[in-house]
């Protein structure tokens, strides 16, 4: 089985943070205080190369889209029967329960 990043057919897939909400009353109640929490910023976007994490994106919001990303890199889509309008594209949240980041995937 090859590796992702190995087949060279593989499409780009631009990944775009398009909002972040915050719960004060969360982190308030469970949160210990944090200097510096989340460097992403409404707007940036990454491009991820053959599957593969784009350089400065947050580990744990490339944990949450991953499994998209690649499929997405492989020419697959239309997930969960047509949720999205763009059949080559997904809405993902990033797990922080704090300051959730949702970006837009789209194969590019």
């Not at 797990?95 to 194969?107: H, I, K, M, Q, T």
Request: hydrophobic residues 35%; proline residues 6%; contains cysteine.
């Amino acid at each position: 089985m090859n590796d992702i990043n190995d087949n060279p057919s593989m499409r780009h897939v631009r990944i775009t943070a398009v909002r972040q909400t915050v719960y004060r009353d969360l982190m308030e109640r469970f949160e210990n205080p944090m200097e510096h929490a989340c460097d992403i910023r409404v707007g940036q976007t990454f491009i991820s190369e053959g599957g593969l994490r784009p350089p400065g994106l947050c580990g744990s919001a490339w944990e949450s889209m991953r499994p998209f990303v690649e499929a997405l890199a492989r020419g697959e889509g239309n997930f969960y029967d047509g949720w999205m309008r763009n059949p080559h594209s997904a809405m993902i949240s990033c797990n922080d329960g704090f300051r959730p980041v949702s970006f837009y995937l789209e194969a590019l």
